[in-house]
Antibody, heavy 123, light 105 residues
Framework: EVQLVESGGGLVQPGGSLRLSCAAS????????MDWVRQAPGKGLEWVGR??????????EYAASVKGRFTISGDDSKNSLYLQMNSLNTEDTAIYYC??????????????WGRGTLVTVSS | DIQMTQSPSSLSASVGDRVTITCRAS??????LAWFQQKPGKAPKSLIY???SLQSGVPSKFSGSGSGTDFTLTISSLQPEDFATYYC?????????FGGGTKVE
């Protein structure tokens, strides 16, 4: 089955760290770009960042709100995506989704989403 | 950064209605525009990419149009399973950005 499954969410204190994982199955992980998107409670979707595939040197992009605090990495051998989150603050409280981007007619667009994992930053 | 503005933020519709949602980009994005559907408590679902191309498995009642700065998502005949929140997203450059969402109720 083609799917993405996130894990690693939980309760963390302000200033703390957390590492999220996203396990991919049913497709060739290394063919795709992978992104993290988050959604604060009752709010809209916010793009967090992206890691390109091996063919594009695994380069990364980040939203300004997380740049310097969050790091995206991947492991093709484990078909897994990671999000290392440091210096967390209450505004980082959200459901974190991993999303697959596929190349179609020159467009790298999202076509598969995980169910998400909840991160709560609170003292 | 490119900002995405959706209108309306919510709308009331009935089964069988034709529904149109508008998305405007703060600068031209060609056709680097996607649409997503999200139901309460669920992950987003990808509907459309390249402004008008349906993702695999998406029914043809959904259609998208537009280029440059102005885009629309149309549901030709609203069904009970279509009551949800819809988001547009540009991917013309970084940072990627979503519109604020349109709740169809």
């Amino acid at each position: 089955e083609v799917q993405l499954v996130e894990s690693g969410g939980g309760l963390v204190q302000p200033g703390g760290s957390l590492r999220l994982s996203c396990a991919a199955s049913g497709f060739t992980f290394s063919d795709h770009y992978m992104d993290w998107v988050r959604q604060a409670p009752g709010k809209g979707l916010e793009w967090v960042g992206r890691i390109r595939n091996k063919a594009n040197s695994y380069t990364t992009e980040y939203a300004a709100s997380v740049k310097g605090r969050f790091t995206i990495s991947g492991d093709d051998s484990k078909n897994s995506l990671y999000l290392q989150m440091n210096s967390l603050n209450t505004e980082d409280t959200a459901i974190y989704y991993c999303a697959r981007a596929s190349l179609k007619t020159g467009h790298w667009s999202f076509d598969l989403w995980g169910r998400g994992t909840l991160v709560t930053v609170s003292s | 950064d490119i900002q995405m503005t959706q209108s309306p933020s919510s709308l009331s519709a009935s089964v069988g209605d034709r529904v149109t949602i508008t998305c405007r980009a703060s600068q031209a994005i060609s056709n680097y525009l996607a649409w997503f559907q999200q139901k309460p408590g669920k992950a987003p679902k990808s509907l459309i990419y390249a402004a008008s191309s349906l993702q695999s498995g998406v029914p043809s009642k959904f259609s998208g149009s537009g280029s440059g700065t102005d885009f629309t998502l149309t549901i030709s005949s609203l069904q009970p399973e279509d009551f949800a929140t819809y988001y547009c997203q540009h991917y013309r450059n970084y940072p990627l950005a979503f519109g604020g969402g349109t709740k169809v109720e």
